[in-house]
């Protein structure tokens, strides 16, 4: 089994910046990838960036110039860098691990843009 934590988000005002974070424990060795994704309010719950553990990255088309995923390997936590924040971002970011059979998926944490 894998856990997975998030913290970093809040309420900033558009053009703001947040760092979530996403610590994973347990069976860390069965992941290949980790990454975000956000779900709004009747909206379809959809990725907004992945890292693998080779450092590959992959993002949104919407989050693309403003958004960065980095990752610590040794403190098995992935970072999401938000920048340039707009109201259509805010949503409940969701912090997933994939692996070879498993996906693990943390409780969320509301990222609230607005002024």
């Known amino acids: 089994q894998v856990q997975l934590v998030e913290s970093g988000g809040g309420l900033v005002q558009p053009g703001g910046s947040l760092r979530l974070s996403c610590a994973a424990s347990?069976?860390?060795?069965?992941?290949?990838?980790m990454g975000w994704h956000r779900q709004a309010p009747g909206k379809q719950r959809e990725s907004v960036a992945v890292?693998?553990?080779?450092?590959?990255?992959n993002y949104a088309d919407a989050v693309k110039g403003r958004f960065t995923i980095s990752r610590d390997n040794v403190n098995n936590t992935v970072y999401l860098q938000m920048n340039n924040l707009k109201p259509e971002d805010t949503a409940v970011y969701i912090c997933?691990?994939?692996?070879?059979?498993?996906?693990?998926w943390g409780q969320g944490t509301q990222v609230t843009v607005s002024s």
């Open positions: 997933g691990g994939w692996g070879m059979r498993n996906t693990y």
């Open positions: 347990g069976s860390i060795f069965s992941i290949n990838a």
């Open positions: 890292i693998s553990f080779g450092g590959s990255t």
